[in-house]
């Protein structure tokens, strides 16, 4: 049953995950914000709330070490699997803000998680609020300065939903997430125990390509619709989101402890996570300036198939 759990926990996370996303858009629409910051801001939110679910979840009940794999597993696949996916089905024209704003403050948050938690283990209370006070300063910086500093053509095919509408997606879209999530960690979590894996690779895994899945879908839909900022505004603004508001909010509400048995979070998943986060930059400039192509997927994803495969080895 866990295996069934897990498919229709999936399945629901995808149309959950759709269902929100044409909200956040639909919303987005109505006050006039550019795409770039709409993937930065209301879609990342909307894709990262997987994210944020279960990980307030699983610490609840006790499982740690899932919430925090659950994030870097996520970052990892949303760069590693998603990213690269996306730049195979077309090349991606990178714009300015990637690499002054975007880029620095996803490698800002992601040595503030590593610094959080490589001594102690533990992400205190107060260090969650540090996190998501950074969250709300930069939320701040996006929609005061950025959205003047972006030209943007709104698509013609785009149509703003009346007020109703976007409610209604809002909460189905929201009951498919938590259902979803529900599903995806009780069948995650008693595969686990079934197999005698640790909840932390579990999560760095099976959980975190699950919930990067609206990730995935957001991005594939923008690429197709020749919306490719809101694709890599997305990506990184999801990666910001699950350090700064899903981890924030998760240690605000009880600390977040990794323990023994999931200590590989710290040793091995987190490296992976900084390097992959890092390295999108050079991508960018090598050999084509400003743009990341099919080749740069495919090394991405060469990446992300090494690190599965040495995680479950």
Do not use: C
């Amino acid at each position: 049953m866990s295996i069934v759990y897990i498919v229709i926990g999936l399945t629901l996370l995808v149309f959950g995950g759709n269902w929100l996303l044409k909200a956040a858009v639909g919303l987005s629409l109505k006050l006039n914000i550019p795409k770039i910051v709409i993937g930065m801001t209301v879609v990342s939110f909307a894709t990262s709330a997987p994210e944020l679910i279960v990980s307030i979840k699983s610490a609840l009940e006790g499982a740690t070490g899932l919430a925090v794999g659950n994030v870097i597993g996520s970052n990892i696949a949303n760069l590693a699997l998603v990213l690269a996916i996306t730049v195979i089905l077309s090349p991606i024209q990178v714009e300015k803000s990637f690499y002054t704003t975007d880029w620095p403050i996803m490698m800002i948050a992601s040595a503030m998680l590593y610094f959080f938690i490589a001594y102690d283990h533990t992400i205190q209370t107060y260090e969650g609020v540090i996190l998501f006070i950074t969250l709300l300063l930069f939320l701040i910086y996006l929609l005061r300065f950025q959205k003047q500093a972006v030209v943007d053509e709104m698509p013609e095919d785009d149509e703003a939903l009346p007020v109703p509408k976007i409610i209604f997606f809002l909460i189905i879209g929201g009951f498919g997430l938590w259902g979803g999530s529900e599903l995806l960690i009780n069948g995650s979590v008693t595969l686990a125990k079934s197999l005698a894996v640790s909840d932390a690779v579990i999560g760095v895994t099976i959980v975190s390509v699950g919930t990067s899945i609206p990730e995935l879908a957001a991005s594939i839909v923008a690429v197709l619709k020749k919306e490719k900022a809101i694709s890599l505004g997305n990506l990184i603004g999801s990666n910001v989101f699950n350090i700064l508001a899903v981890l924030g909010i998760t240690s605000i509400i009880t600390p977040v402890y990794v323990k023994k048995e999931a200590v590989s979070l710290i040793n091995h998943d987190i490296f992976w996570m900084l390097a992959i986060s890092f390295v999108i930059l050079p991508l960018v400039f090598i050999p084509k300036s400003k743009k990341l192509s099919w080749r740069d997927g495919l090394l991405l994803l060469g990446a992300y198939a090494t690190f599965i495969y040495l995680t479950i080895v």
